[in-house]
């Protein structure tokens, strides 16, 4: 089992910039990908940003240049920075981390965030 915890969440004004963090543990494999997704209500949910062991990542186009993920594998943490934000980036946030086994994935998700991007 992998527990996370997610932090960071928040109202902030157009073109502001927010911070999330989400850490893991538990049983932790060495091969794993950790990343955000965000769900609005009359949306579907949407991949943010993921980021493997390896440090490979993928943006959402909607994000791209405005969204860095990036990892702290010594603390097995996760973080979002959201830079000019705008009121289409509201939603609830969530954690998500895959143990990639070698005969199967497992996955996990966090409690989420939300993030309000309001004037």
């Known amino acids: 089992q992998v527990q996370l915890v997610e932090s960071g969440g928040g109202l902030v004004q157009p073109g502001g910039s927010l911070r999330l963090s989400c850490a893991a543990s538990?049983?932790?494999?060495?091969?794993?990908?950790m990343g955000w997704y965000r769900h609005d209500p009359g949306k579907q949910r949407e991949l943010v940003a993921t980021?493997?062991?390896?440090?490979?990542?993928q943006y959402a186009q909607s994000v791209k240049g405005r969204f860095t993920i990036s990892r702290a594998n010594a603390k097995n943490t996760v973080y979002l920075q959201m830079n000019s934000l705008k009121p289409d980036d509201t939603a609830v946030y969530y954690c998500?981390?895959?143990?990639?086994?070698?005969?199967?994935?497992?996955?996990?998700w966090g409690q989420g965030t939300q993030v309000t991007v309001s004037s």
């Open positions: 538990g049983s932790i494999f060495g091969n794993n990908t």
């Open positions: 998500r981390f895959t143990n990639w086994g070698i005969v199967r994935a497992s996955e996990y």
């Open positions: 980021i493997d062991s390896g440090d490979s990542r």
